[in-house]
């Protein structure tokens, strides 16, 4: 698995996304006006899954 970090950057920006690590589920939280699609395909390609919540 590659890290996500390059994916969503790209995706939604580097200041528009974090990963709350202290959380066992790794809770993403994205602040952008991209379609939500765009955002699970970043993070699928990066070898994770992802659903919104």
Do not use: F, H, Q
């Not at 809770?27 to 919104?52: C, F, M, P, Q």
């Amino acid at each position: 698995m590659a890290k996500v970090t390059p994916y969503l950057n790209e995706s939604v920006g580097e200041d528009n996304w974090k990963v709350n690590v202290n959380d066992p589920s790794k809770i993403l939280t994205v602040v952008s006006e991209k379609d939500r699609a765009k955002v699970i395909d970043a993070v699928e390609r990066a070898g994770y899954k992802a659903e919104e919540l």
